[in-house]
């Protein structure tokens, strides 16, 4: 807008001129607008806001002043007065123009450049002249940098956020294509006989999810809607990351698994596309269980992202979620969280996350199975899992897994002493069984309260019932 201009020798002649009009209409918005923004050009910036303030008063939803007012803020170094003006107008859906650009101005005079390129970035999409910027020049990004990179036909793949090395950015053309690194397509060999117990959780997701792929026209007969997830939640180790695997297997399609939290971290600033690239992958690879780790990420996460960039990640999930842009025909999706009070409520709307499945630590005959799933293919003696888990109460599969392995390791301790190998025992399991302490306390405790002061529509109805709280 107005800040490059050089100060004019005729701007006090105008601003009088203004002064004096105003005094006769006082209201008058485009006038003031006017005065405002020559007093900001001539670097009048205090008594540029005081007017801009005024023109807010009496056209108080015209976003293009709000625009103005953030500006002058920045420009008197007021980093967060004109931060929270632009939090709020990227809220809107489209934001005015010049927000991005602003935005990423913010962000660079307080030092944050990756986030400013991001913001950037954006800017160009919205208005390509920006490419040849000042801005850009100081962003260290070039016009060849940024071509191709606006527009809706951008390569969905090409993902890659500069990187600042040295306090410089990086050149984009550096980048390789290594967006969807880390991230492993599985072919998982355990299927549902692998998981003990849960029976009621297996069947529900054999109805909503691996059925109607089986089955397609059945469900479109009747009228039922094939897509959306489930959410499963549940303290820790108690097998939701198992399942979702052994789904994969039972459905014979693919696994891609995917932590929130590597999303947000290792794109930072570029969680939307990278988010579309890792839903593609897995349309491309379909039949595939898309397993989303940690969702409740995206929900903490929103409220230490400032400004909308957590919305728009959530936002761009939700989209994907719908197949908005692209039929998520063939992919089953899961999502799994120990913090189910944080999930965004968004994500629990109909085709969306709209059952939420609570994935309890074993029961006895649950952990009897997981014992033997655990014992499989082990030297042992003929002893009853039964007999040993009765007094388990409490302890997750991961605990189960950490009592067998805790088992063998004395075993194998005592074979290399004696130097010669022995057959596990019952004795052997209890013993180990005295050294693990059960890990799912704690998440009761915490979700005790949340079932007792905001189980809202029964959200948490299962854990109360598990609890005896109901
Ligand atoms: N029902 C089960 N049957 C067999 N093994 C199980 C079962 N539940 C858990 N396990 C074992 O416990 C381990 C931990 O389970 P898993 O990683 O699936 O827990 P989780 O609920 O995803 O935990 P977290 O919340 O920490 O991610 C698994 O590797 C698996 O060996
Ligand atoms: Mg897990």
Redesign the pocket.
């Given at each position: 807008m107005s800040r490059a201009d050089e100060p004019d020798p005729a701007a006090d002649e105008t601003i009088r001129a203004l002064e004096a009009a105003l005094a006769q209409s006082p209201d008058n918005v485009p006038l003031i607008r006017h005065l405002a923004r020559t007093l900001g050009q001539q670097r009048r910036f205090e008594d540029a806001e005081r007017w801009y303030r005024r023109a807010l008063q009496l056209a108080s939803d015209d976003d293009t002043l709000r625009l103005a007012l953030a500006e002058c803020y920045l420009d008197q170094n007021k980093h967060n007065h004109a931060g929270v003006i632009v939090d709020l107008l990227l809220q809107r859906d489209p934001p005015v123009a010049g927000t991005f650009v602003l935005h990423a101005r913010i962000l660079l005079a307080e030092g944050d450049v990756r986030r400013a390129v991001h913001a950037f970035h954006r800017a160009v999409e919205d208005d390509p002249k920006q490419a040849e910027s000042e801005l850009a020049r100081r962003l260290g990004l070039s016009a060849a940098d940024l071509a191709g990179r606006s527009g809706d036909d951008r390569d969905e793949d090409d993902a890659g956020v500069p990187e600042v090395v040295d306090g410089r950015v990086r050149s984009l053309a550096d980048e390789g294509p290594n967006e969807l690194a880390g991230l492993e397509l599985e072919r998982p060999r355990i299927a549902f006989a692998?998981?003990?117990?849960?029976d009621a959780l297996k069947e529900e997701i054999s109805i909503k999810l691996i059925q109607p792929q089986k089955h397609p026209e059945l469900f479109k007969a009747y009228g039922k809607s094939v897509g959306g997830g489930l959410l499963?939640y549940?303290?820790?180790?108690?097998?939701?990351?198992?399942?979702?695997?052994a789904t994969a297997g039972e459905a014979q399609a693919r696994f891609l698994a995917v932590g929130i939290h590597d999303v947000l971290d290792m794109w930072l600033g570029n969680s939307e596309k990278q988010l579309h690239a890792i839903f593609e992958h897995a349309r491309r690879n379909a039949p595939c269980v898309l397993f989303f780790?940690e969702v409740d990420a995206l929900a903490s996460k929103r409220s230490d992202m400032r400004g909308s960039a957590g919305r728009h990640v959530i936002n761009q999930f939700l989209s994907e979620l719908d197949g908005v842009s692209a039929s998520n025909e063939g992919v089953l999706i899961l999502a799994?969280t120990?913090s189910p009070w944080f999930v965004d409520p968004a994500f629990r709307r109909p085709g969306r996350f709209d059952r939420m499945l609570f994935?309890p630590p074993?029961d006895e005959t649950?952990r009897a199975?997981?014992l033997e799933?655990?014992l499989a293919g082990k030297p042992l003696e003929a002893l009853s899992a039964a007999k040993i888990v009765k007094k388990l109460d409490g302890f997750?599969?991961?605990d189960?897994?950490g009592l067998v392995e805790r088992a063998v390791e004395a075993k194998l301790r005592a074979a290399l002493k004696q130097g010669a190998p022995s057959p596990l025992t019952e004795k052997d399991l209890m013993r180990a069984a005295k050294l693990v302490k059960p890990s799912t306390r704690e998440w009761f405790s915490t979700a005790r309260n949340h079932v007792l002061y905001a189980n809202e529509g029964g959200l948490y109805d299962d854990v109360a019932k598990y609890l005896g709280l109901e």
């Amino acid at each position: 807008m107005s800040r490059a201009d050089e100060p004019d020798p005729a701007a006090d002649e105008t601003i009088r001129a203004l002064e004096a009009a105003l005094a006769q209409s006082p209201d008058n918005v485009p006038l003031i607008r006017h005065l405002a923004r020559t007093l900001g050009q001539q670097r009048r910036f205090e008594d540029a806001e005081r007017w801009y303030r005024r023109a807010l008063q009496l056209a108080s939803d015209d976003d293009t002043l709000r625009l103005a007012l953030a500006e002058c803020y920045l420009d008197q170094n007021k980093h967060n007065h004109a931060g929270v003006i632009v939090d709020l107008l990227l809220q809107r859906d489209p934001p005015v123009a010049g927000t991005f650009v602003l935005h990423a101005r913010i962000l660079l005079a307080e030092g944050d450049v990756r986030r400013a390129v991001h913001a950037f970035h954006r800017a160009v999409e919205d208005d390509p002249k920006q490419a040849e910027s000042e801005l850009a020049r100081r962003l260290g990004l070039s016009a060849a940098d940024l071509a191709g990179r606006s527009g809706d036909d951008r390569d969905e793949d090409d993902a890659g956020v500069p990187e600042v090395v040295d306090g410089r950015v990086r050149s984009l053309a550096d980048e390789g294509p290594n967006e969807l690194a880390g991230l492993e397509l599985e072919r998982p060999r355990i299927a549902f006989a692998d998981v003990g117990g849960m029976d009621a959780l297996k069947e529900e997701i054999s109805i909503k999810l691996i059925q109607p792929q089986k089955h397609p026209e059945l469900f479109k007969a009747y009228g039922k809607s094939v897509g959306g997830g489930l959410l499963l939640y549940g303290p820790p180790g108690c097998g939701k990351t198992h399942i979702a695997r052994a789904t994969a297997g039972e459905a014979q399609a693919r696994f891609l698994a995917v932590g929130i939290h590597d999303v947000l971290d290792m794109w930072l600033g570029n969680s939307e596309k990278q988010l579309h690239a890792i839903f593609e992958h897995a349309r491309r690879n379909a039949p595939c269980v898309l397993f989303f780790d940690e969702v409740d990420a995206l929900a903490s996460k929103r409220s230490d992202m400032r400004g909308s960039a957590g919305r728009h990640v959530i936002n761009q999930f939700l989209s994907e979620l719908d197949g908005v842009s692209a039929s998520n025909e063939g992919v089953l999706i899961l999502a799994a969280t120990n913090s189910p009070w944080f999930v965004d409520p968004a994500f629990r709307r109909p085709g969306r996350f709209d059952r939420m499945l609570f994935v309890p630590p074993p029961d006895e005959t649950a952990r009897a199975a997981i014992l033997e799933v655990h014992l499989a293919g082990k030297p042992l003696e003929a002893l009853s899992a039964a007999k040993i888990v009765k007094k388990l109460d409490g302890f997750s599969g991961a605990d189960l897994h950490g009592l067998v392995e805790r088992a063998v390791e004395a075993k194998l301790r005592a074979a290399l002493k004696q130097g010669a190998p022995s057959p596990l025992t019952e004795k052997d399991l209890m013993r180990a069984a005295k050294l693990v302490k059960p890990s799912t306390r704690e998440w009761f405790s915490t979700a005790r309260n949340h079932v007792l002061y905001a189980n809202e529509g029964g959200l948490y109805d299962d854990v109360a019932k598990y609890l005896g709280l109901e």
